[in-house]
T-cell receptor, first 115, second 110 residues
Framework: GAGVSQSPSNKVTEKGKDVELRCDPI?????LYWYRQSLGQGLEFLIY????????KSGLPSDRFSAERTGGSVSTLTIQRTQQEDSAVYLC?????????????FGDGTRLSIL | SQQGEEDPQALSIQEGENATMNCSYK?????LQWYRQNSGRGLVHLIL?????REKHSGRLRVTLDTSKKSSSLLITASRAADTASYFC??????????FGTGTRLTVIP
């Protein structure tokens, strides 16, 4: 079946511009996560959606970052007024939620480069 | 910190040899998961071991868990060039998300 799909796969933009990154999770997965991975580093948690509950935004690094999930499926991560330190790979994951810490299924990420 | 810490940071072995990677963590866990990441790709879930389990196998993978020492190990037997990747452990602490470390970068030389 289809896995987690992210688009675009690569995005190059100028400092100060806004960007939108899209994630299409596995059908039926109620939990959706966004992570950021800087070059050679581990994953930094950004935000978590679970069903219709309020999202866990505790990992968002600044108010320039926001995310939404429409209809419990597709999610969009928006970065406003991008800075060079926002350059990273942004990974989305989804999981079934039948208890905490279920295996997560990842997309291949969006590689964001801020010039 | 709720994240796992992998050791070593990098490991280089010959094809056919076994590779062992270790993970240490600091908090109580429900489970511990191992993931693989090939260059330029997302993470792939390999194996989950519950806190009441001590050892688990999946194909050429063997995972051990010692909750008294707050440590886990991942053994890949008879390694192949295709096993070249970064490997991450993620303690399942009951939080909404998983906390990943910086990983072990494994290179298998043909």
């Amino acid at each position: 079946g289809a896995g987690v799909s992210q688009s675009p796969s690569n995005k190059v933009t100028e400092k100060g511009k806004d960007v939108e990154l899209r994630c299409d999770p596995i059908s039926g997965h109620t939990a959706l996560y966004w992570y950021r991975q800087s070059l050679g580093q581990g994953l930094e948690f950004l935000i978590y959606f679970q069903g219709n509950s309020a999202p866990d935004k505790s990992g968002l690094p600044s108010d320039r970052f926001s995310a939404e999930r429409t209809g419990g499926s597709v999610s969009t991560l928006t970065i406003q007024r991008t800075q060079q330190e926002d350059s990273a790979v942004y990974l989305c994951a989804s999981s079934l939620i039948e208890g905490y810490n279920q295996p997560q299924h990842f997309g291949d990420g969006t590689r964001l480069s801020i010039l | 910190s709720q994240q796992g810490e992998e050791d070593p940071q990098a490991l280089s072995i010959q094809e056919g040899e076994n590779a062992t990677m270790n993970c240490s963590y600091k908090t109580s866990i429900n489970n511990l998961q191992w993931y693989r990441q090939n260059s330029g790709r997302g993470l792939v879930h390999l194996i989950l071991i519950r806190s009441n389990e001590r050892e688990k196998h999946s194909g050429r993978l063997r995972v051990t868990l010692d909750t008294s020492k707050k440590s886990s190990s991942l053994l890949i037997t008879a390694s192949r060039a295709a096993d070249t990747a970064s490997y991450f452990c993620a303690p399942g602490t009951g939080a909404n998300n998983l906390f990943f470390g910086t990983g072990t970068r494994l290179t298998v030389i043909p």
